[in-house]
């Protein structure tokens, strides 16, 4: 079966009961959306706020290729089988976006036997939190030119405004557009443009923030352009913003829960792309499943190079959330591939592409013992298509590394085919004390961070910039030297060419601009193509998504 019709032969149990058994979590507490999804209010978040934490896991991955990984699919399997291990376990999860669920992906709840669901609910719309953040983002950008429309009081420069607009859809067409088109009573004509909704402020800020006050602050603190002086900065309070873009939020600041398959409590909040922006759920929701649950296990986006980066540099950072061990996941399918092996032959048995593309796997993994300081299991999520020889070789090719490796059949049997797993892990985090290493100190310039990230991470031997670029960075870190980078980059690859495969060594990553996301608190730095508004692809997953006249949905994968 497909994976939705897996999941909508599930048998789900109301949220709010479930709740309530598994975390004595009373209704009142709680803002039920229909009857398997389920707000959870912010006054029973700060009641927790003596408990102890549990034990965080984080789960990342190899860099992806178009045979897939399983991420969240491993995720919820290893939550499931700690549950099924009789220990108390929450997974934490990001919400989907539409625009690659219409693109490439189609869905993103996990899949097989390790989902969460109401899955059709989960991947189109859920609980309205993208769109609430994009109206908010969108509010911003009408108060801004509706400002310079009436005077423009504030002296903004037209053409230093560095707020886009956003939607929640993939579509290139949007990148670049001219705005105030049709005479003076449409506002004042200038360029502007689009980017994804993942990759708005908005969402980085929900993400990161740890109160509605917090929220509050950091959406006054976005800068969104410049004086006519051309130095000054113009904040989002200066437009009396904040306060109304707090107030569309309000319900989308508040943790979503919904249950995996087996009926675990799951909580998915929030979801920036980790190619163009932080890749981490929210930090509200990783402390509240920290004070309920004894093991949290969380995801990052795409490889370990990327979303584990900033889940540490960033969202670790800013937090104070210390995770206590990584699970690096990897297929034999995947790693064949870069090891050069075409897609449609990923389900031949090749030894020798296994074994070059491994090198993918080693890099990843000497990054999240050395550069991050944590130990690593990794995680093979297995396939029907993998032999007993390529199995083998990889089993061989880790323990070499001196790498912890377990073969994992979550995705066929749930929670069962992930109990070795579980073990594994539990036998690192019950005998560790959290922690982990920063890559970068925060007390180096900018372009240092960059630096440090790009050669010590992706293996580059250099890093370039244009004079304008770098001439940026060395203002910004006169006032915002401390803020950590977030480096938006193809995920298919340690270089900027999502061509190359496996582990490449002595490129140059070349920085193509930066932006100041002050209400986040981070620097942004695009390097090479890599686009903040994607595009669909020639044949987009929106063609096979229907809806029968009872409603059934198909064609979500």
Request: charged share 20%; with cysteine; aromatic share 6%.
């Amino acid at each position: 079966m497909s994976d939705i019709e897996i999941a909508q032969q599930a048998n789900m149990k109301p949220i709010i009961d479930l709740v309530k058994q598994q975390y004595g979590i009373d209704a009142k507490h709680l803002d039920p959306i229909g009857h398997y999804k389920a707000k959870m209010s912010l006054e029973y978040l700060n009641s927790l706020t003596d408990q102890e934490d549990g034990k965080l896991i984080l789960v990342t991955a190899i860099s992806p290729t178009p045979a897939g990984e399983g991420k969240t699919t491993t995720t919820v399997g290893l939550g499931d089988a700690l549950n099924r291990l009789n220990k108390k376990a929450i997974m934490c999860l990001r919400e989907p976006s539409l625009g690659p669920c219409f693109g490439v992906k189609g869905g993103a709840a996990g899949g097989g036997y390790a989902q969460v669901v109401p899955m059709e609910d989960i991947n189109l719309h859920f609980t309205g939190d993208f769109h609430a953040i994009g109206v908010a983002h969108n509010l911003l950008s009408a108060l801004i030119d509706n400002h310079i429309h009436h005077g423009n009081e504030l002296n903004i420069d037209p053409r230093r405004i560095q707020w886009k607009r956003v939607v929640d859809m993939n579509d290139r067409a949007l990148r670049d557009i001219v705005v105030g088109m049709g005479g003076a009573a449409n506002g004042f004509l200038r360029e502007d443009g689009f980017d994804i909704v993942v990759a708005s402020e908005v969402m980085a800020i929900l993400c990161l923030a740890t109160s509605r006050a917090d929220l509050k602050a950091r959406l006054g603190r976005i800068v969104i352009g410049y004086k006519t002086d051309k130095i000054t900065p113009v904040y989002a309070r200066d437009l009396n913003a904040h306060g109304a873009m707090a107030a569309v939020l309000k319900d989308a600041l508040k943790p979503n829960l919904v249950q995996t398959l087996e009926n675990n409590i799951a909580i998915i909040h929030g979801g920036p792309f980790a190619n163009i922006a932080h890749g981490c759920n929210t930090v509200m929701a990783t402390q509240t499943a920290l004070k309920l649950a004894d093991y949290v296990v969380t995801e990052a986006g795409f490889g370990a190079d990327l979303g584990a980066e900033k889940f540490i540099d960033i969202k670790c950072r800013m937090s104070g959330i210390k995770p206590s061990a990584v699970v690096l996941v990897a297929t034999v399918r995947a790693l064949k591939f870069h090891g050069g092996v075409a897609k449609e032959q990923l389900n031949q048995e090749n030894l020798a592409a296994l074994a070059q593309g491994f090198a993918n796997l080693e890099r990843h993994y000497h990054n999240i013992t050395q550069h991050y300081g944590l130990p690593c299991v990794v995680c093979i999520n297995h396939f029907s298509f993998d032999t007993d020889a390529e199995i083998a070789l990889l089993q061989q090719r880790c323990v070499d590394l001196g790498a912890t490796c377990v073969v994992s059949k979550h995705w066929a049997k749930g929670g069962a085919g992930a109990e070795d797993l579980a073990k594994a892990v539990l036998n690192i985090v019950d005998h560790r004390e959290a922690g982990c290493r920063y890559v970068y100190d925060e007390n180096l310039s900018l372009w240092e961070k960059i630096e440090a990230i790009a050669t010590k991470l992706y293996g580059a031997a250099n890093v370039t910039a244009s004079a304008k670029v770098k001439s940026q960075l060395a203002e910004w870190t006169k006032d915002y030297g401390n803020f950590p980078i977030c480096i938006a980059k193809t995920q298919m690859s340690f270089s900027t060419n999502p061509l190359t495969k496996g582990a490449p060594s002595g490129h140059t990553v070349e920085i193509r601009d930066v932006r100041l996301a002050n209400g986040a608190g981070f620097i942004v730095a695009i390097a090479g193509d890599i686009m903040t508004m994607p595009g669909l692809p020639k044949v987009p997953a929106a063609e096979r998504i229907d809806i029968d006249d009872d409603g059934r949905i198909t064609g979500l994968f």
